[in-house]
DNA sequence: CTAGGGTTAG
């Protein structure tokens, strides 16, 4: 839920003197109450609304209760709202209103509960903020009753009532019921139709939705979003370019939508034409983009694009810095990594679970385990995939013992491992020998939490068993494994063959490798290496012949660095580059 | 009512 905080107004200065009258005070504080406010602002607008006696009238103290929630301050404005004795009907929605657009709808459901038990009024405003909040939620039990009371107090007519519970019904997968009460509505306005069919999405049920659809007396914007959206999520993309290009008006999110469909398949071409291509664009649009070139690995292009949108009229948000550091992660940009760092806690951006997650992994990649520490320390919650992030990191660094700490305080903090926590604990194990460590996660795994291994944890297996130098059972774990042998497994112990120099089983294990994936370069350089090691050097030249003869030509190493702000790629063998006379002179120097 | 985000074996 983006922040709807910030930026805060400085408060008006008002004087308590002699000439303010108590009327007077009640307006500057009712004004002060119109726009959300810092923490520290609420704290001393409250302190004025007890010191002026305010507090009994219902006007103020209501306006500071809904300023509170929608502050981001729903923690403050329930110290407030359990204050006062009697909370009246206003009060709670005020109250309800906070939770719901604060995306808290269990708390939501927990105050209309005590709102039952007080036996205090409902209004339709209490039951469309409730219904909205158990259709978040699925709880049908809460729903259902809600649309009791509402028939019972003859809130049938209110179609914003109406159009919750048809969304209530169809998040809780019961459409048939939504259909009931939508027949029933005799006035529908167009967000009613369009509940209506994003609910038939919603239960996948795709034949209902277009037909509702196709009835519908006048479409908005929204309907043919709708419709867009849900040819995407069908995978039918020509279904939903035609609609795009048929309907009468395309807003923002027509655009996104389109461009989110091409970002799904991997379409970074078409998802730039449209992006170049939408009138208007907003944060959105960036991150889609942006996201869609680093899923793609195309790093460089996105860090160029986050350069963009820095001098445009959009301001990043949680989601586009989640989006970008990835990108400097990969490339190593430390420097760029550090700035968003910097840049995230300068402006409004939150320090949620992604973003944390986003800057571990980042400083992990880019080899700063010390601030990939600092902000997993500093950070405020934390979850299964924050941890794991963390493990990962210190497993790759080499630093077992810190990852076996992490895990402890996982368990001790009662967040859950799962599959993935398994593999960074692997990981560190087959980094530095433990044998005995990682046979003992692997046993706990399964055994203690019921995760079946993937290939992934058979790697780390064959890996750390490899490594240290019992190549005969990671040849036969790869035998016995439930699962195909991935290549990846046969290419790590191919790796363990060279490093205990056992030429007889590389061989086995490389020939096998080569009939897996014949158009894989690295297996044959990895065979050719260990012959030549071993001294059969014309093994070795009858492969790299083998090599020519197939058309296999190895990849090159590509390897990038960060320059004046910008990231430079370099290939090996590439002699292209207009300083590589420079280039080559400098490393003379550095050697 | 509609669009965007994090961890995974060499």
């Known amino acids: 839920m983006a922040s709807l905080a910030p930026p805060c107004i400085p408060l008006q200065t008002h004087t308590f003197d002699s000439d303010s009258t108590q009327k ?10 119109k726009s959300p406010r810092t923490p520290t602002q609420l704290k001393s607008l409250h302190a004025h609304v007890i010191k002026t006696n305010l507090a009994q009238n219902d006007l103020v103290l209501g306006q500071l209760l809904l300023c509170s929630s929608l502050s981001d301050s729903t923690n403050y404005a329930r110290r ?9 009907p206003f009060f709670y929605n005020a109250m309800l209103k906070g939770y719901s657009q604060t995306g808290q709808p269990r708390e939501a459901i927990r105050l209309y509960s005590l709102l039952r038990a007080n036996s205090v009024a409902s209004d339709s405003y209490t039951f469309a903020v409730v219904l909205r909040s158990a259709s978040l939620l699925g709880l049908i039990p809460v729903g259902e009753e809600v649309h009791g009371l509402v028939l019972k107090m003859g809130f049938d007519c209110n179609l914003i009532v109406q159009t919750a519970l048809i969304d209530m019904y169809c998040a809780c997968g019961f459409s048939s019921y939504a259909r009931l009460v939508f027949d029933r509505i005799i006035n529908k306005d167009v967000i009613c139709w369009n509940t209506m069919i994003s609910g038939y999405v919603k239960c996948a049920e795709f034949g209902r939705a277009r037909e509702v659809f196709d009835e519908m007396p006048t479409r908005s914007v929204s309907s043919w979003n709708i419709m867009v959206d849900m040819y995407c999520e069908c995978r039918d993309i020509e279904n939903a370019r035609r609609l795009f290009d048929e309907m009468p008006d395309r807003d923002v999110v027509s655009w996104n939508a389109m461009i989110s469909a091409y970002a799904k398949i991997g379409q970074c071409e078409d998802v730039r034409w449209l992006f170049d291509k939408m ?10 983009v942006i996201s869609c070139y680093v899923h793609n690995g195309r790093f460089v292009e996105a860090l160029e694009l986050f350069r963009t949108m820095q001098v445009s009229d959009v301001m990043p948000n949680e989601v586009t810095v989640v989006a970008v ?18 840049y995230i806690s300068r402006s409004q951006i939150k320090m949620d679970l992604y973003v944390n997650t986003a800057l571990i992994n980042m400083f992990g990649k880019c080899g700063s385990v010390e601030e990939a520490l600092m902000v997993f320390d500093s950070a405020i919650e934390k979850d299964t995939f924050l941890y794991n992030t963390m ?26 491992p799962n599959d993935v926590t398994f593999v960074g604990l692997l990981k560190a194990c087959s980094h530095v020998g433990l044998v005995n460590n990682g046979m003992k996660y692997f046993k706990m795994m399964t055994e203690e939490y ?50 205990h120099k056992n030429v007889r089983l590389a061989e086995e294990v490389a020939l096998q490798l080569v009939e897996l994936e014949p158009e894989n370069c690295g297996n044959y350089v990895l065979l050719s290496s260990i012959y030549s090691k071993a001294g059969r050097w014309d093994e070795a030249a009858k492969l790299r012949r083998m090599m020519k003869d197939k058309g296999i030509m190895k990849k ?21 580059h207009p300083q590589f006379n420079e280039i080559m002179e400098m490393l003379d120097q550095i050697s």
Not at 24 to 33: G, K, V, Y
Not at 396 to 401: S, T
Request: aromatic content about 8%.
């Open 556 to 576: 090159p190493g590509c390897s990038s660095i960060e320059v004046n702000n910008g990231v430079q790629e370099f290939f090996a063998g590439d002699r292209d």
């Open 325 to 342: 550091l990835p990108a400097c992660g990969h490339l190593g940009a430390l420097d760029l990594g550090q700035w968003i760092h910097g």
């Open 80 to 88: 407030v709202f359990d204050s006062i004795p009697q909370p009246k």
């Open 450 to 499: 019921g995760l079946i291994p993937k290939v992934e944890h058979f790697g780390c297996i064959v890996d750390l068993l490899g490594r240290s130098g019992y190549l005969k059972e990671a040849h036969e774990l790869i035998k016995h494994m439930p699962m195909e042998p991935h290549p990846i497994l046969l290419a790590s112990l191919l790796s363990a063959c060279r490093l």
């Open 24 to 33: 007077r005070t009640e307006e500057w504080l009712f004004t002060s109450l």
């Open 279 to 288: 009138p208007k664009k907003n944060v959105v649009s960036w991150n889609l």
């Open 391 to 416: 493990i990962d990191v210190l497993a790759m660094h080499g630093k077992a013992e810190a990852a076996f700490g992490i895990f402890e305080n996982m368990r001790g903090a009662g967040i859950k």
